[in-house]
């Protein structure tokens, strides 16, 4: 009788468990719908097993046409809370409509203010869901939209040299070049984002808000943003609320980010992270559109991430490499093997490849082809080296960790979450190194017309441009047979990647959506 009770009594217990909500899902509302922003957050989400969920995809806008916040409230209200671990929500979208809304004027900020609402609505339906947040510090220059081609260089200069009391006379000469309405405009949007960031601070302050990161979007050490940061520095110091909000380099990768620090949390582990560069000088210095030294910028987003730097590598759980040594001949090969050295030894590693100049925004070739036929890529556990080094930061170190909590601190089958490593690191390959620094300038240079502009591309030339890269990608992908697809990493649990996708979301190459389907050995 009594065995016959305890029976039921933990057959009880099992079913409460299977009926449990909360099965690692997580809501995202992200920035805006491009591929870093969404794509890569939700299929990083994969390498640990978790399911993040995001509105559909027509709620969130399309390049100059916003997204619409009151939809994606409704949207929200309509889950299932109680079946989320955590939300990750961009304050820009649910404000503006996204990143590109953000810079220009067209949402008050009474009706901005008024839409960030919904976070005290959704902090009282679901009390204990965990808050993740994201707001952007304006950067200096308005997007590009081909309406904006005659002054939008003068008006990203004003931006710059304003503040500067001794460069009264030259910003006076610039203002005249830029029209008087635009550049209204742009002071508007400036000063209504100040504001809702100021809002952002106390809606941590009131709980509303677990955590928060306000990205400084492409900047330089001068110019209008530099005020505006103090001033939320300061708002943040007097709050103390210094724990609980950074304030650092950065705009798309941001989501990835706080998916790293709430599945870290979650795990309740702190990785620990050894950091080398390959050029100390380089270190020291400014990143091309950042305003601080990229050993800031590093510890920066190492500690959003939910990690935490250390001086000895026998004390680190990862290994991160930085290299931005691209005007240095041999500096390649030498870091390369120190990489392949450290693998041997079963170390997770972490890559970043930053471009020092501005002038490539995607992987160095000589540094790219040694980890593809050293046969690197695949044995790492995160990788980047696409546009800024915030962006580039911002998706190595997140997949890193992420890669590393879900090998080291999860349930989750290890087919699975080597099946969904893989993706990512080759869709950086496809990505980061073959589109942007090989395929995309031949892409502008055959396509590009004057007067539209290389990156911005009508119907007919958008549809020109994704078969003639789809094209190269497969040929590229072919040649990574013998070099990415017979090492061990992947034929473990891996076959080559099959139904290749490739467009241009916002009809133009600066960002391209790629995806693929990877087999598992046995499935087949």
Not at 13 to 31: C, D, E, M, W, Y
Not at 84 to 99: K, T
Not at 495 to 518: K, V
Request: hydrophobic share 40%; aromatic share 8%.
């Amino acid at each position: 009788m009594i065995r016959s009770i305890l029976f039921l009594m933990l057959l009880c217990s099992f079913s409460v468990l299977a009926q449990k909500p909360g099965k690692n899902r997580i809501l995202l509302i992200p920035l805006d719908d491009r591929p870093p922003c969404l794509q890569f957050t939700q299929r990083m989400g994969e390498i640990a097993g978790a399911e993040v969920i995001a509105p559909p995809l027509e709620l969130l806008g399309k390049f100059t046409t916003p997204g619409q916040p009151e939809a994606i409230a409704e949207w929200i209200f309509a889950q299932d809370l109680s079946s989320f671990d955590a939300a990750i929500v961009s304050l820009d979208m649910l404000a503006y409509g996204g990143l590109i809304g953000s810079r220009v004027h067209q949402v008050s900020v009474e009706v901005a203010a008024k839409r960030l609402t919904i976070l005290s609505q959704l902090r009282q339906k679901a009390p204990a869901l965990p808050v993740y947040a994201q707001s952007v510090l304006m950067r200096l220059a308005p997007s590009a939209d081909m309406k904006n081609d005659s002054y939008r260089a003068q008006l990203a200069q004003w931006a710059e040299i304003s503040p500067d009391p001794a460069r009264k006379e030259e910003t006076a000469r610039l203002a005249e070049k830029i029209p008087a309405a635009a550049l209204a405009d742009y002071q508007q949007a400036r000063l209504r984002n100040h504001t809702i960031n100021q809002k952002a601070i106390d809606l941590v302050n009131k709980k509303v808000i677990d955590y928060l990161l306000i990205t400084q979007d492409d900047a330089k050490p001068h110019g209008v943003h530099i005020a505006e940061g103090q001033r939320l520095r300061q708002q943040i110091q007097t709050q103390k609320l210094g724990n609980r909000i950074a304030l650092q380099p950065g705009t798309d990768e941001v989501s990835m980010l706080l998916l790293s620090r709430l599945l870290a949390q979650r795990s309740k582990v702190t990785p620990k992270i050894k950091v080398y560069y390959s050029s100390d000088s380089m270190a020291t210095k400014a990143m091309p559109f950042e305003d601080r030294p990229l050993t800031t910028s590093v510890r920066y987003q190492i500690e959003s991430a939910g990690a935490r730097m250390v001086n000895k590598e026998s004390e680190a759980d990862l290994l991160f490499y930085v290299y931005t040594s691209r005007q240095k001949p041999g500096a390649a090969l030498a870091f390369s093997k120190e990489i392949k050295a450290r693998l041997s030894s079963g170390t997770f590693v972490i890559v970043a490849d930053i471009d020092p100049v501005g002038n490539v925004q995607g992987g160095d070739s000589v540094f790219s082809e040694l980890l593809i036929n050293q046969q690197i890529l695949p044995a790492l556990s995160g990788y980047a080296s696409w546009n800024t080094a915030g962006n580039t930061l911002g998706t190595a170190l997140p997949q890193g960790i992420t890669y590393y909590l879900a090998s080291r601190h999860s349930r989750q089958p290890k087919p699975l979450i080597a099946r969904a490593q893989q993706w990512f690191l080759l869709n950086r390959v496809l990505d980061d190194y073959y589109f942007h620094t090989l395929i995309r300038p031949e892409a502008n240079r055959r396509f590009g017309k004057p007067g539209l502009g290389a990156l911005i591309l009508d119907e007919s030339r958008n549809a020109q441009v994704e078969a003639f890269a789809r094209g190269r990608l497969l040929e590229y992908l072919k040649a990574l047979q013998p070099h990415y697809f017979t090492s061990k990493p992947f034929t473990s649990f891996c076959q080559p990647p099959s139904q290749l996708q490739f467009s241009l979301p916002w009809h133009r190459t600066f960002e391209a959506l790629i995806d693929f389907e990877l087999g598992h050995p046995q499935s087949n």
